[in-house]
């Protein structure tokens, strides 16, 4: 209690307005102020009480009393724009919940982890008047030898060092804040790096409208900071690993930061659209357990306020969230049913309000309809496998009018994937002609190939089959198929990747793979 009072001299616990970007096409919604009983949670240690003292810097606040920073320091503060300042101080304030905040008791590990990007915040909020002159970027890096270096970053764990050695550096992309590089580190492990874009629009228009590059450069960077803490602090399949990050100088701006993470590829919706239904099906599934970890995550419930396609990239076929800054675990909170109110383009939905003044499950319903109206509509039922259908139009339906949770979306969805995998949406009558064929082991077709849709060669007919059943089933249903080469190779499910071919009369010999050649027609 007596941590909270110390805060309230500073105004500190004033709850900061949730603050989309004016770019964001997402949807909007009305964050109303928090509750003042977070804020204890800005003061649980010494440490961050000192971040908030620095913070609050005089100046600006003329109801506080702080003698030990007034000191000649409030000619250069006051240089900063009023609302910038604020802004900064909003953002400051959440990334400090962020960080501080816990469903669940925190590992000491990721407190350890953080300490010293704290530090640097620190630094962040010193402002000019307060430079340490000739400091070593590098000492508080994750990756100097002997720092004391934190189990919960899984490693590869990088800094500065690493990224200096980088080859074949290539630009991937850029939106609104950051742009995003690619780095080849060691000559073997791929990389993407991180950083606030100079060029972008963000710090163009704060530029324009503040004229000082350098407090931009640091409103803009707390974006990247939140989502470091939040890519630390949330572990999941289908977010992206954090590897490091790193301090250095550029563009004149001292201690720039920059995120190592996994390396992705953009998700290219147009592409999905014309790849099987099995790789459409396994960006819905990961999304939806995507969405159930969010939804129980060691913060309490994030929300995915930009769902857009381009927040997310594609690593070996999953679904990854990179794009975490416009992520929110504030619960809205409501005196009736109608202050819970989600808007989208289509659709509006009312919630309910619970009895503790919280619209209930809002930030999952929200990551939900999000998920059928970008994604469970376009890709789960086209070209589904028929006796999948009924299912699939079920779990498109529910989530399109939030009649299920994030819960039964997933338990629906895996049960999906597991009559799929399990090959039991195979029409039961096993009676059907099939043809005769001879079997030839350690051969393959060489040529002969005709195209298919939707296949996974672009010049050839190859398919993923359960079976040799359906292997059969399916040359029979195509006029052009006198043959078939069973490879050694499966797909993401275990399902057997099959070449269907127009004849066998360029038949080689090949150890891992056999040909069927149809003997009737
Ligand atoms: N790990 C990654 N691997 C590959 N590409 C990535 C990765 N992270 C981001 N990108 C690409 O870089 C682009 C910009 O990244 P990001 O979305 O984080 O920036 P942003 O400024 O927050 O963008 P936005 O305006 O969409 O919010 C993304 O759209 C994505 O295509
Ligand atoms: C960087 O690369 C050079 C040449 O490949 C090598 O000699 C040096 O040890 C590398 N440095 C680090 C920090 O990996
Ligand atoms: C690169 O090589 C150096 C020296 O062998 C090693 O210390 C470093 O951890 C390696 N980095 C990566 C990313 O593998
Ligand atoms: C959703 O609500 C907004 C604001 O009340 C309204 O303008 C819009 O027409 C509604 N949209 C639909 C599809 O009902
Ligand atoms: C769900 O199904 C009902 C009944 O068929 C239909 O009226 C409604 O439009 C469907 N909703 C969505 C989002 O597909
Ligand atoms: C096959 O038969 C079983 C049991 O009779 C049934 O549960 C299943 O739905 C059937 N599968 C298909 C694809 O028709
Ligand atoms: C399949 O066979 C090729 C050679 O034809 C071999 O290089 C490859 O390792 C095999 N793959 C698997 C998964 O066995």
Known sequence: MGEVQQCEGVRCERPPSFHLDASCSCDRLIMRRRKIAVAAGFCLSFFIATLLNLLCAPGFDHHQQHPRLQ???????????????????????????????????????????????????????????????????????????????????????????????????????????????????????????????????????????????????????????????????????????????????????SDTLTTITELGSPLEMIQLLQSPWEDRFRICLSLVRLLHYLAHSPLGSITLLDFRPRQFVVVDGELKVTDLDDASMEETPCFSHSDCFLEFPARNFTLQCSVEGKCQNMNEKRNLYNAYRFFFTYLLPHSAPSSLRPLLDTIVNATGELRWGVDEALVQLEKVFYLYRNGLYLPNITDTPKGEYREVAHTVVAEEDYRCWPSYHHSGCLLSVFDLNEAKDVCSSHSQCQAFVWTNQTTWTGRQLVFFKTGSRTLVSDPDKTTYVKLTD
Request: aromatic fraction near 8%; include cysteine; hydrophobic fraction near 30%.
């Open 71 to 253: 000191d000649g320091t409030d000619a250069s503060l006051r240089a900063i724009a009023p609302d910038l300042l604020q802004q900064l101080r909003e953002r400051y304030a959440e990334v400090l919940r962020y960080r501080q905040h816990r469903v669940t008791p925190p590992t000491s590990a990721s407190a350890r982890l953080l300490r010293p990007l704290e530090r640097r915040l620190m630094d962040l909020q010193k402002w000019d008047y307060d430079k340490v002159p000739g400091s070593d970027s590098d000492t508080l890096s994750l990756s100097q030898p002997g720092s004391k270096i934190d189990v919960s970053l899984r490693s590869p764990r990088l800094g500065c060092q690493d990224i200096r050695n980088g080859t074949d550096v290539r630009y991937l992309g850029s939106g609104y804040t950051k742009a995003v590089y690619k780095s080849l580190l060691n000559g073997s492990l791929s990389v993407a790096m991180k950083s606030v874009d100079f060029g972008g629009h963000d710090i163009q228009n704060c530029v324009r409208h503040y004229g000082t590059l350098e407090d931009c450069y640091r409103l803009a960077a707390f974006k990247i900071v939140k989502e470091m803490i939040l890519l630390q602090r949330l572990q999941h399949p289908n977010i992206l690993q954090l590897y490091g990050y790193c301090y250095q100088d550029s563009n004149d701006i």
